[in-house]
């Protein structure tokens, strides 16, 4: 598996709206995206920080997976999401290592790529993203 870089952090919010002031009054940066994911139940705002994305992450239903982790652990990061040249291809790689998927094959994500996750029972309790951006 050839990870390029760290593609983005998804950290959990209770309110996107509530979180702007901090990111972009206090830390200087620019939301440059906000998207609802409604096949995720997510709300997603996107800052660019060097090569890499910090990705806000807002409940837009309570059952969705972001609202339980907000309900079990409150607001923080939720995961890391390294950039792969096929989603696919690691996915089966990893697999094949022994580690548990989540998602056993790529799914749309925020900003058009293609995502899937790694259980964090496998990845040293880390809820591991892999992205693809399929236009490059």
Not at 78 to 104: C, R, W
Not at 108 to 121: Q, T
Request: charged residues 25%; glycine residues 8%; hydrophobic residues 40%.
């Amino acid at each position: 598996m050839n990870i390029s870089h760290i593609e983005h952090l998804g950290i959990a919010v209770k309110s996107i709206e509530e979180s702007l002031p901090y990111y972009e009054g206090v830390l200087g940066l620019k939301c440059y995206n906000i998207e609802v994911v409604e096949d995720q139940k997510v709300k997603t705002a996107f800052f660019k920080v060097g090569q890499t994305k910090i990705e806000l992450l807002e409940p837009t239903s309570p059952d969705s997976t972001i609202a339980k982790f907000i309900e079990k652990k409150g607001e923080g990061i939720h995961h890391i999401a390294f950039a792969v040249d096929s989603v696919a291809a690691a996915l089966s790689e990893v697999e094949s290592k022994g580690v548990q998927l989540i998602d056993k094959a790529p799914r749309g994500g925020a900003e058009g790529l293609n995502i899937a996750f790694l259980h964090p029972k496998s990845t040293c309790s880390v809820l591991t993203e892999l992205c693809e951006d399929p236009n490059k």
